[in-house]
T-cell receptor, first 116, second 114 residues
Framework: GAVVSQHPSWVICKSGTSVKIECRSL??????MFWYRQFPKQSLMLMAT?????????EQGVEKDKFLINHASLTLSTLTVTSAHPEDSSFYIC????????????FGPGTRLTVT | EDQVTQSPEALRLQEGESSSLNCSYT??????LFWYRQDPGKGPEFLFT?????EEKEKERLKATLTKKESFLHITAPKPEDSATYLC???????????????WGLGTSLAVNP
């Protein structure tokens, strides 16, 4: 199988602080990783695409200085929400794809972020 | 514009009552159609990938089929544990190689009553 983990599974932080979320592919090498956010009863919204060793490609409307993405290795990507505000509260999910652009994405279990 | 539409939005079945979920798509050059299952508060779980019209894939009580305009997810004799949201996505031809992203439908929320 293809297993993707995320840590933490949930986090509560105060406004103005930064939060880092880790995404790891446990049993395969992921050339490309994706970060999504999902609001209640809505579908997935792609935030950014990251390729190992390269700068992330952000979707329109996503602030790259607020949502810092690092993909330093073939098994680890991180998303840092900087100077978090209550409107950043959401469910963040990462996914990883094997070293072949035609293949499916495997998703992590998600991280519930609450900013107070 | 590339688009994915899923229907129905919600479906309630009795245990054992077979049915189908629909995923209609418009994309200029399909490069893969994907079905996922998502349970509340969890990330999507990969089910199937389909690449060409006429292709079919099966897994337990689920069977996915693909035509040039739509895909169906057939659920045979469903059980309560099949209750979940089923998401459909197509890979957009836009963008280069690794950066080609998925275009998602809004999902079908399935509830199977015992």
């Amino acid at each position: 199988g293809a297993v993707v983990s995320q840590h933490p599974s949930w986090v509560i932080c105060k406004s103005g602080t930064s939060v880092k979320i880790e995404c790891r592919s446990l049993d395969f090498q992921a050339t490309t990783m994706f970060w999504y956010r999902q609001f209640p009863k809505q579908s997935l919204m792609l935030m950014a695409t990251s390729n190992e060793g390269s700068k992330a490609t952000y979707e329109q409307g996503v602030e790259k200085d607020k949502f810092l993405i690092n993909h330093a290795s073939l098994t680890l990507s991180t998303l840092t929400v900087t100077s978090a505000h209550p409107e950043d509260s959401s469910f963040y999910i990462c996914s990883a794809r094997r070293n072949n652009a035609r293949t499916e994405q495997y998703f992590g279990p998600g991280t519930r972020l609450t900013v107070t | 514009e590339d688009q994915v539409t899923q229907s129905p939005e919600a479906l309630r079945l009795q245990e054992g009552e077979s049915s189908s979920l629909n995923c209609s798509y418009t994309v200029s050059g399909l490069r893969g159609l994907f079905w996922y299952r998502q349970d509340p508060g969890k990330g999507p779980e990969f089910l199937f990938t389909l690449y060409s019209a006429g292709e079919e894939k099966e897994k337990e009580r689920l069977k996915a089929t693909l035509t040039k305009k739509e895909s169906f997810l057939h659920i045979t004799a469903p059980k309560p544990e099949d209750s979940a949201t089923y998401l459909c996505a197509v890979r957009s031809p836009a963008g280069a190689g690794n950066n080609r992203k998925l275009i998602w439908g809004l999902g079908t929320s399935l509830a199977v009553n015992p």
